[in-house]
T-cell receptor
Framework: AQSVTQLGSHVSVSEGALVLLRCNYS??????LFWYVQYPNQGLQLLLK????ATLVKGINGFEAEFKKSETSFHLTKPSAHMSDAAEYFC?????????????WGAGTKLIIKP | KAGVTQTPRYLIKTRGQQVTLSCSPI?????VSWYQQTPGQGLQFLFE???????NKGNFPGRFSGRQFSNSRSEMNVSTLELGDSALYLC?????????????FGNGTRLTVT
C-alpha cells in the first residue's frame, strides 16, 4: 500500500536557521509529489510540486524540495527561517499510474520558529 | 481568479441534528474533494465529485454524503450528528483531480457538535 511518512510531528528552528522538513513515501510507481502549508484557521496552500524532470523543485516563499528516487524522499528546505513560516506542513503523494488517484497525505509537521 | 469559497466558516450544532456545508470551486475546476481534519486523525478523505458524479469515496459512514451541481458547486451533508463529527471540513477543487493537477483548498468550515 502507498504511504507517506513525515518525520517529526513538531520541528523547532531558530529564526534565520535552516529549515528541513522530511518526507518519505512508498510507491510502486513513479509518483507525483506535493508539499502544502496550512496557516492557523486557514485551508491548505500549495507550496510546490514534483511531476517529472528536474529533481530540485522551487516553490513559493523561498522553499524548495528535492526528489530523491533512490531514497524515496522529498524533503522540504528553506535556507533561512522567518517567523512567518510558522505553520503546519503536509507532504502528499499521488501514484502516477494508480487508478485510485486520490492524494495520500502525511500526518503533517508543525514548524515552530524561535525568535 | 476567485479562490475556493466555503460557507459557512463556523457552525455549532447539537447531537442528532443534520448539517449542510457548501463549496464553490475555482471557476473552470470540475473536480471537488472533501476532507475532514481533526487533531487526532489528520486529513481524512471523504469523497470526490467530478462532473456531478461521485468518483471516489473514503471510509466514512453513510451519514456523510455529498453532491455536485452542474456549475461544479458542491454540498456536503452530515446527518444524525455525533460529537466525534466536530472537525474542520475542507473542500478542495482541481482542474481534473488526477495526475499532477494540484488541489486548491478553501478555508474550511469549522463544525462543533455539542
Amino acid at each position: 500500500a502507498q504511504s507517506v511518512t513525515q518525520l517529526g510531528s513538531h520541528v523547532s528552528v531558530s529564526e534565520g536557521a535552516l529549515v528541513l522538513l522530511r518526507c518519505n513515501y512508498s510507491s510502486s510507481v513513479p509518483p507525483y509529489l506535493f508539499w502544502y502549508v496550512q496557516y492557523p484557521n486557514q485551508g491548505l496552500q500549495l507550496l510546490l510540486k514534483y511531476t517529472t524532470g528536474a529533481t530540485l523543485v522551487k516553490g513559493i516563499n523561498g522553499f524548495e524540495a528535492e526528489f530523491k528516487k533512490s531514497e524515496t524522499s522529498f524533503h522540504l528546505t528553506k535556507p533561512s527561517a522567518h517567523m512567518s513560516d510558522a505553520a503546519e506542513y503536509f507532504c502528499a503523494v499521488r501514484p502516477s499510474m494508480d487508478s485510485n488517484y486520490q492524494l495520500i497525505w502525511g500526518a503533517g509537521t508543525k514548524l515552530i520558529i524561535k525568535p | 481568479k476567485a479562490g475556493v469559497t466555503q460557507t459557512p466558516r463556523y457552525l455549532i450544532k447539537t447531537r442528532g441534528q443534520q448539517v449542510t456545508l457548501s463549496c464553490s470551486p475555482i471557476s473552470g475546476h470540475r473536480s471537488v474533494s472533501w476532507y475532514q481534519q481533526t487533531p487526532g486523525q489528520g486529513l481524512q478523505f471523504l469523497f470526490e465529485y467530478f462532473s456531478e458524479t461521485q468518483r471516489n469515496k473514503g471510509n466514512f459512514p453513510g451519514r456523510f454524503s455529498g453532491r455536485q451541481f452542474s456549475n461544479s458547486r458542491s454540498e456536503m451533508n452530515v446527518s444524525t450528528l455525533e460529537l466525534g463529527d466536530s472537525a474542520l471540513y475542507l473542500c478542495a477543487s482541481s482542474l481534473s483531480g488526477q495526475g499532477h493537477s494540484p488541489l486548491h483548498f478553501g478555508n474550511g468550515t469549522r463544525l462543533t457538535v455539542t
